[in-house]
Nanobody, 123 residues
Framework: QVQLVESGGGLVQAGGSLTLSCAAS????????MAWFRQAPGNEREFVAA???????TYADSVRGRFAISRGIRKNVVSLQMSSLKPEDSSEYYC?????????????????WGRGTQVTVSS
């Protein structure tokens, strides 16, 4: 059974930092990308960042330079270090995984999803 479990959400003041983590288990393949998405109430879910098995990374324009995605040595844990947080970063953040071929992580068509963790940035 595939499980993606997020942790690390919470309340932070604008300009502050927060790190989210996601642990994946049970994925049926070895080469997979892991990504973060977010969705605020009334908005569509949007891509935040992704990382491939081999280390390739991609970011949404809105977070590039402020957020950093990384994977642990065992690669089944992905973290999202968020800094210079803004009130508009407040959302439910979701971890996702999918199989990929190649080094560049995709931004769409993720197959497996976590339940989310809430991030609230106060002004």
């Amino acid at each position: 059974q595939v499980q993606l479990v997020e942790s690390g959400g919470g309340l932070v003041q604008a300009g502050g930092s927060l790190t989210l983590s996601c642990a994946a288990s049970g994925l049926p393949y070895r080469d997979y990308a892991m990504a973060w998405f977010r969705q605020a109430p009334g908005n569509e879910r949007e891509f935040v960042a992704a990382m491939s098995w081999s280390g390739g990374r991609t970011y949404a324009d809105s977070v590039r330079g402020r957020f950093a995605i990384s994977r642990g040595i065992r690669k089944n844990v992905v973290s999202l270090q968020m800094s210079s947080l803004k009130p508009e970063d407040s959302s439910e953040y979701y971890c996702a995984a999918r199989r990929i071929d190649g080094d560049y992580p995709p931004r769409t068509d993720y197959e497996y999803w976590g339940r989310g963790t809430q991030v609230t940035v106060s002004s």
